[in-house]
């Protein structure tokens, strides 16, 4: 028989996906893929309820429907400080997922170079290897998860075609300032790259950190390609919408790209996600505190338990830091962890180029009651887990 593809000798399954069946075999609170356990707002699903029983079956738009883009580019309009054209700088994709492989292999030709910072959401490098390029590697420290802005130019003196930045980042819940995203921004201009943005926690930040679009800075709209989601905003993962706003000669090429991938996104679950893309202010303010409330909750709960973690400043998830119990894996840590103590977790050498096997990544993107349960459990890890 012939080879298969040498591109993806290096990939695993994903390990976060794995965990959740690994948390599903054992009955463990999952914490580990970052979905949630609540409704998403009634209003989409009303509207979803409605959408079934009106003519919204076929497809839509290869590039998404039109209220759907014009509703996006309202909203987006507003909150990027730039008049966002719907019809030439929208493509509609199967989730950021699609979004963010679209915008790579728009960009990225075979032997380019891309850089990541690490820790990285594990779609990265996957993405990068499968369009034919090479990760470049920058560290993130922590527990700010800053970088040094000397590493970071020697990696734009390698002539990278593109850097991903994710901004909340997944999973070490750093929101980049103004002042580090300023420095990106120089480099990419001095280098001539562009910029990928994965921005789909865009809306979950705590005070007093802010939201900065990498797009919305000084001469960067031209080479900044923003993918993002409505998955997390409204939760509504299962739906897979989600997209990518650049101008119009890029998004020229996303359009085909992802014509060639997906066709297009789901047209009732476009039709019905309208109703969210219309939501006032009011609306992230009170996702915004619904999450704030949950972070303290965990965070408390872990304090109490007296193990070490990350606080982090966006998005939902917190690093636990294991080294005490002596496990040289990670992975094995939880799948024991899922066993003995019935929680799941992600193993965090999947985030990091660096070797790294003493950080586990939990979310809290759950009911306060699951938040609590977990809680509960973990109290016990010490005398469930033996310490290697």
Known sequence: MPELSKRTETFTDSVIRRMTRISNQYGAVNLSQGFPDFEPPRELLNRLAEVSNEDFHQYSITWGAQNFREALAEKQSRLMGRKIDPNAEIVVTCGSTEAMMAAMMTVANPGDKVIVFS??????????????????????????????????????????????????????????????????????????????????????????????????????????????????????????????????????????????????AAAPLQEAAVTGLRFGDDYYRQLRDKYTEKRDLFLKGLDDIGIAHTVPQGAYYILLDVSEFGYKSDLEFCEVLARDVGVGAVPGSSFFREDVNHLIRLHFAKKNETLNKALNRLEHIRTKINKR
Request: aromatic letters at 14%; one cysteine or more; proline letters at 8%.
């Open 119 to 264: 820790p990285f959401y594990e779609n990265y490098g996957a993405d990068t290897i499968l369009s034919g390029a090479e990760p470049i590697y920058v560290p993130l420290y922590p527990p700010e998860f800053n970088f040094d802005p000397d590493e970071l130019e020697a990696a734009f003196k390698q002539k990278p075609k593109a850097l991903i930045l994710c901004n909340p980042s997944n999973p070490c819940g750093k929101v980049f300032t103004y002042d580090e995203l300023k420095i990106i921004a120089d480099l990419s201009e001095k280098y001539d790259a562009f910029v990928i943005t994965d921005e789909v926690y865009e809306h979950i930040v705590y005070a007093p950190h802010k939201h900065t679009y990498f797009a919305s800075l000084p001469n960067m709209w031209e080479r900044t390609i923003s993918c993002s989601s409505l998955s997390k905003t409204y939760s509504i993962t299962g739906w897979r919408l989600g997209y990518i706003i650049a101008p119009a000669q890029i998004i020229e090429v996303a359009k085909k790209v992802h014509d060639f991938l997906t066709v297009g």
